[in-house]
């Protein structure tokens, strides 16, 4: 209360003064209440800047005729190169710049320009002290030589929070796996080459050899399917090989196995270390193990004519090839059973089976939902006798 009573008489002595004193001027009022503390004090090169944006404990953003520069506490500029924008400093002491032409660079608090603003884009830096940057490629895109038609095409390469280009930037895409801490670089855009080539970069490793692929998957558990000359195989985080690619096809693991197809159209599974569980055989298209239990077609089957199997994670054959076509199990939480529907082969009726193969659901339906409220309903068509046309019976 005493300061707010002091500040008030300072300020009343101070108008008053000005009112009556012919000597007083604007600078020595503003001086007075600097010295008192009811204004801020600041450096006279303060005012010689157009707007001062931002502040940091080294120094301040200051714009001037139009352009941004960096100044140390005292005002004072600390890099002479205006730019168009300076972005906030990041945890490495960093910010983004933008040049006239919309180009941009990375300034440290120095004001040193540790990346000249040549950059159409760059991404924030992760932390392995990497970012991803892009340049704008002029190319040729009127497709004859008489009348040139100038496009651009964007390049990514990595940067370090030095400056320095780690990958230089002449690759089509690269994303980060965050779950695997590594860089997958695309090397071609597929209008420009016959194929694709993929390869894999690590921040403390570098390029990882013999992981160049014609395509990388999704890293499950540690391992990816990767495709090289149209054949599947399995890499770790390592770019190590698991499986080698020479496979039809190779799925990802469903309960720690992977289904594998070999160019004779057999199939096997594969654990995650490359290891064989259940060897090549005969029957067609497996599906993957779900609740221990993939449902198998007999070799004579064809999309007309399906007879299926039940299989487990040993590759025991629990039930003959005795039940049509049907889909994998799904376990029901209300009556805490695991179950799928199946028929008889031949038959057009189904029921219910649990992961044994028998039916605890007679086959005499023609279809049967799950309901939301806990119950199965069942569905039966009949024809009339008149006009030979289904109708539903529930």
């Known amino acids: ?190 209008g420009e080459k016959l194929g694709s080539r993929n390869s894999l970069f690590s921040a403390t490793d570098g390029w990882l050899e013999n ?13 990816a399917v990767v495709t090289k000359d149209g054949l599947d195989g399995l890499i770790d985080t390592k770019a190590e090989t698991i499986i080698p690619p020479m496979y039809n096809n190779v799925f990802e693991a469903s309960e720690g196995l992977l289904r594998v197809d070999n160019t004779d159209d057999q199939s096997a599974f594969f654990d995650i270390e490359g290891n064989i569980v259940i060897p090549f055989r005969d029957y067609r298209i497996p599906t993957h193990f779900k609740h221990g239990i993939s449902i198998v077609l007999s070799p004579d089957s064809n999309f007309s004519r399906r007879k299926a199997a039940l299989m487990d994670r040993t590759g025991e054959m629990l039930t003959d090839y005795i039940y049509d076509d049907f889909e994998p199990f799904n376990h029901y939480e209300d009556i805490d059973r695991v179950l799928t529907m199946a028929g008889p082969h031949g038959s057009r009726f189904n029921g219910l089976i649990d992961t044994a193969g028998n039916y605890v659901v007679a086959p005499k339906y023609s279809d049967i939902e799950y309901d939301k409220a806990g119950y199965f309903r069942t569905v039966t068509f009949v024809f009339s006798e008149e006009r030979n046309t289904p109708t539903k019976k529930f």
């Open 1 to 190: 209360m005493k300061k707010t009573g002091l500040i008030l008489f300072l300020v009343a002595t101070v108008f008053l003064t000005a009112r009556f004193a012919t000597t007083v001027d604007r600078e020595t009022v503003t001086q007075f209440l600097k010295d008192y503390k009811i204004i801020a004090s600041k450096p006279d090169i303060y005012y010689s800047y157009d707007r001062i944006s931002k502040t940091y404990p080294w120094g301040l953003i200051a714009k001037k005729d139009d352009v941004y520069f960096m100044t140390d506490p005292d005002g004072n500029k600390i890099n002479e190169r205006g730019f168009q924008k300076i972005g906030s400093f990041n945890d490495y002491g960093l910010a983004e710049v933008e040049n006239s032409e919309g180009m941009v660079g990375l300034i440290n608090t120095a004001g040193e320009l540790i990346a000249d603003t040549a950059y159409y884009d760059i991404n924030p830096f992760g932390e392995d002290e990497l970012a991803i940057v892009e340049v704008l490629i002029p190319y040729d895109s009127s497709g004859s030589g008489d009348s040139q038609q100038v496009s651009y095409k964007g390049r990514e390469g990595l940067i370090s929070t030095a400056g320095e280009l780690v990958v230089e930037p002449e690759y089509f895409n690269i994303t980060y796996r965050e779950d695997v801490a590594l860089y997958h670089i695309n090397y071609y855009y597929y």
């Open 211 to 223: 992981s160049t692929y014609d395509s990388i998957g999704k890293f499950e558990n540690g391992v």
